[in-house]
């Protein structure tokens, strides 16, 4: 059982980006705590069907670590709205780490929402 199995409706938690230092595709130096992350499931990825990449304007910053991806796409499938931010960026110049907060609110898109949930086409 995931410990957020139980979790109700609405809440919050704070996830470090998997995959920064080898997939971004910007610099840590141009992400900021605020920048919105939209979350983009790809079906079609051949390492793990389930991934989640994380897009800052439109360019990938990373991908949600795998321990998410169940809770995730089952809050999908079931009309929830996820939407995230950049937290906080810190870490090392050879290991940046960068979280995001992320938001799982009631189905729909919320007005003036900050992301939300595609799939890769």
Do not use: C
Request: net charge negative; aromatic share 10%.
């Amino acid at each position: 059982m995931h410990p957020f199995d139980d979790a109700p409706n609405q809440f919050e938690f704070l996830l470090e980006v998997a995959g920064f230092r080898h997939n971004s595709q910007i610099p840590v130096e141009q992400v900021s705590d605020g920048d919105s992350v939209r979350y983009i499931a790809e079906p079609d990825n051949e390492w793990d069907p389930k991934a989640i990449r994380l897009e800052v304007g439109g360019n990938t910053l990373g991908y949600v670590p795998r321990g998410y991806l169940s809770l995730l796409h089952r809050r999908w499938e079931n009309g929830a709205r996820v939407e995230g931010e950049v937290f906080r960026v810190n870490g090392t110049a050879r290991r940046p780490l960068v979280y995001v907060l992320t938001r799982i609110g009631n189905g729909g898109r919320a007005s003036g929402s900050n992301s939300h949930y595609a799939v890769a086409s």
